[in-house]
């Protein structure tokens, strides 16, 4: 391969830069100052030795944690307590970070014939990827560099702080890595984004079995590899951080190697011929739409039920476990976050409520490329209702996003049932969080019609949900803050009953916010 | 008489501060091809998406069939069907079932014609939209509108990216359509396209519009352009109304002069008379084309 596949990478790096700050800054701004408040309030929840080690006797060896945000490692130390803490939050939101800006810069680019026009320049065909991992590569630095800055602060020991955000800052990087690679092997931006979901949740899933059962399979996760530098123990280690690298430089350079090898616009998996004409569903407006969505939502569903049975089966191994540590057994049964099992459950359907709500606002962004690309025109110049348009795409939101929080919830119940002794205990709880999926849906509908170009406003939303449900009293946030979250004002089920008037007044604040969609969509101008 | 099919008085539309229309006029009967013209950037997407019922009109009248485009919607779009200027199509179907999901609402798909249209714009339906190039797109779209048994078509640049062939297909497609009575608004910049379907045009320019009216009334307003050789001293002209006058040495060398200039047509049969008295040896006449009249009203300056 020649040098010149990477010409005009100048210009392609001002392009996104110029396009995509907005992202970058939300990104690094977000997970930067997420994690230095989650370090400010453990600084000032444990801020003596000795409360540091109540953390580490009780989560410490809490197997419920374990599953969920990771073995915590040095737990009697700030830095050991902050990482654990902020556990869950990095294990998405880093990964997720480095594979959507790389495919939002780049396949998503080919797609609508940006790279087309950019590429008859003197631009080669590996710029844009170049670019993209550069761009990338230097957010997810500012992020580690952020974390080492937040823990200095407040006194961590400066290599212990460098090892563990080099540690997140790879992590991220193998995740730009395999959305370079599944770039060249996909031609749907969509399709790139829902391979790296997928192992993301199978690596969730395997360092969870891996740290549960202390057994190998957690050396399969890159979400392991980061964690098992142990950066604030006595015995750090840096090797794993080789193997993040290692891989990430794999992926990387293997998706870097393919692109000079196809044609623009073109991947590796292509397209067959299909159907003539339409069958008779396709031309109705539900038809459309569950064309439009249903691939989507089958990932999630199918994802929600696999995460939901695969953290559910390890609910006998934690009641083991806490059963043979008595001290955690009277933390539990002190009573103040009721048994570990119903505890762990709990946790477990905040993930699945958090995909449910991920389902349908993926539903909801791929509407609004229904306006932005100029397929609405197409269809508004038909005998169609605006409201009808729009409410059709809603239901399937809505019913979608149901859906995959039931999938979830059968799934918990299924692998749960035999340790809890209550069957359907977990798929009741799914039952009585629904009107949080209906309101998460309800506010993209109502940005939709109100504030089309805010839609971003949503994925704002849930990150705030899951923030409140991950961190909410780890940062001591007010109640009304806390209360904002509808998965918190309806309660933390099933270990405790749904708060009736909440649930009253979310199903109210979700109705509200339909109609002011549907109406605001039927009154505004389209395309805007 | 019925309703005019549109009916477009001081249509005004501003998005903020900016007024991409300001008292735009235009009416279209049925059975009439009105060609709906004007620089790029004149306003006329916007004006279409007014008709359609897209983005609603900041002030004056529109009528379509007699009633409110923006209220009644729905109910108006299942006579008229639309190609927009710039096709998007689901990337995950095929151009068939795009036909079909399009056809199944508004105005009655004919099945026959479905079929037949197909053939003659030579398009593969089993083929996925994201790969048909730009001209296939736009098939898919032409083929799904004029395949309807509508009253109206509205069409926004329809032949954008379709080869030459396809265009005479177009066409055809179009008249056949208008034989049967419905009537068509077509925005475009192929002025021959224009020519030869459209029997009116309306001319607009920063929103407002300039011109409007049958194309032989505005070929009427359109000067001949003559031109001739005369032997040795040409004939004294001055007491014509001529424009653009001319007179040069012929190329080849001879002795003759060469002659041109534009005139309104009703004086044509004046002019060439003296001509022919000083002993023509050569003559051109170039009827009045609708291209010089169009460069003149996108350059004018503002009215």
């Known amino acids: 391969m020649t040098g010149r596949t990477g010409d005009g990478l100048g210009t392609v790096l001002r392009l996104q830069l110029r396009t995509g700050w907005k992202a970058l800054v939300a990104w690094v701004g977000g997970i930067v100052g997420t994690y230095a408040a989650t370090v400010a309030a453990i600084d000032t929840t444990y801020g003596t030795t000795e409360q540091l080690a109540t953390y580490e006797a009780t989560v410490g060896s809490d197997p419920t944690m374990a599953a969920i945000n990771g073995t915590p490692y040095g737990a009697d130390t700030l830095g050991g307590v902050a990482a654990n803490e902020f556990g869950f939050i990095a294990a998405i939101a880093v990964p997720l970070m480095g594979l959507l800006l790389v495919a939002r810069s780049t396949r998503a680019a080919e797609e609508n014939g940006l790279l087309e026009l950019l590429r008859s320049r003197a631009i080669g065909s590996r710029a844009p990827w170049v670019a993209a991992l550069l761009v990338t590569a230097s957010a997810l630095l500012l992020v580690g560099l952020g974390m080492v800055v937040s823990l200095t602060a407040y006194g961590v020991d400066l290599a212990d702080a460098v090892l563990y955000g080099a540690s997140v800052t790879a992590l991220g990087f193998v995740f730009a890595g395999l959305a370079t690679l599944a770039g060249q092997l996909l031609r749907r931006s969509a399709g790139v984004i829902a391979v790296g979901v997928v192992v993301l949740g199978v690596a969730y899933v395997f360092r969870a079995i891996g740290d549960v059962e202390d057994n190998g399979w957690k050396w399969l996760s890159p979400l392991a590899w980061q964690q098992e530098t142990r950066p604030f123990t006595d015995d750090p280690r840096v090797w794993p951080l080789l193997l993040a690298l290692g891989a990430a430089t794999t992926l990387g350079a293997l998706g870097l190697a393919l692109v000079g090898r196809r044609d623009l616009g073109s991947a590796m998996v292509t397209s067959r011929p299909g159907p003539a004409s339409a069958g008779r569903f396709l031309t109705t407006g539900p038809g459309l739409a569950l064309r439009r969505h249903g691939a989507t939502l089958v990932a999630w569903l199918v994802g929600a039920a696999l995460v939901g049975a695969m953290m559910g089966a390890f609910t006998d191994d934690i009641a083991d476990v806490v059963a043979a540590n008595p001290e955690l057994t009277e933390m539990f049964s002190a009573g103040v976050v009721g048994d570990p099992t119903s505890w762990y459950v709990s946790f477990t359907l905040v993930l699945v409520m958090l995909m449910a709500f991920g389902a349908s606002a993926q539903v909801l962004a791929r509407v609004r490329r229904e306006e932005t690309h100029g397929r609405l025109e197409a269809v508004l110049a038909l005998s169609v209702r605006r409201t009808t348009w729009l409410g059709t795409h809603a239901a399937v939101a809505v019913l979608g996003g149901a859906l995959v929080a039931l999938a979830g919830g059968a799934g918990l119940a299924a692998t749960t049932a035999r340790t809890t002794g209550d069957d359907a205990g977990a798929l009741v709880a799914t039952v009585q969080y629904l009107p949080a999926v209906v309101v998460v849906a309800a506010l993209g509908v109502a940005l939709l019609g109100l504030l089309p170009r805010a839609l971003a406003l949503m994925w704002v939303a849930i990150a705030y949900i899951a923030v409140v449900e991950t961190l909410g009293e780890t940062l001591s946030m007010p109640d009304a803050a806390l209360e904002v979250s509808p998965l918190h004002a309806i309660g933390r089920l099933p270990t405790e009953d749904p708060t009736g008037g909440a649930v009253t007044v979310v199903g109210a604040v979700a109705v509200a916010l339909l109609i002011a969609g549907l109406a605001g969509f039927r009154h505004r101008d389209v395309p805007r | 008489m019925s309703d005019p099919v549109l009916d477009i008085s001081g249509l005004v539309k501003t998005f903020g501060s900016f007024r991409a229309l300001d008292g735009l006029d235009l009416r279209l009967e049925a059975g009439e091809v009105r060609g709906f013209l004007g620089p790029n950037g004149a306003g006329k997407t916007t004006t279409l998406r007014v008709v359609l019922g897209m983005i609603r009109a900041s002030g004056g009248r529109v009528r379509l069939f007699g009633q409110d485009p923006w209220r009644r919607a729905v109910r108006l ?227």
């Open chain 2, 77 to 303: 779009h299942r006579r008229l069907t639309y190609v927009p200027g710039d096709v998007a199509l689901w990337p995950g179907l095929t151009g068939g079932q795009c036909i079909d999901v399009l056809g199944a609402s508004g105005p009655p798909l004919d099945p026959a014609r479905r079929a037949e249209l197909v053939d003659r714009f030579d398009l593969d339906p089993t083929k996925r939209v994201r790969d048909y190039s730009r001209g296939n797109r736009q098939k898919v779209a032409l083929v799904a509108a004029l395949a309807a048994r509508a009253d109206l078509f509205v069409l926004d640049e329809p032949t954008a990216g379709l080869d030459p062939l396809m265009e005479e297909v177009f066409r055809e497609c179009v008249t056949e359509r208008v034989s049967d009575g419905a009537a068509v608004l077509l925005s475009s910049h192929i002025l021959s396209e224009v020519e030869a379907l459209c029997s009116t045009v309306t001319i607009i320019r920063r929103g407002r519009t300039v011109k409007a009216g049958s194309v032989a009334e505005l070929r009427g307003l359109a000067r001949t352009t003559v031109r001739a050789v005369v032997p040795g001293t040409p004939p004294d002209l001055d007491r014509f109304d001529l424009h653009d006058l001319k007179v040069s040495p012929v190329s080849d060398g001879g002795s003759g002069r060469e002659i041109t200039f534009t005139v309104e047509p009703d004086q044509l049969d004046r002019v060439l008379r003296p001509l022919v008295d000083g002993g023509l040896r050569g003559l051109t006449v170039r009827p009045p084309s609708l291209d010089e009249l169009f460069l003149s009203e996108y350059d004018e300056a503002p009215a």
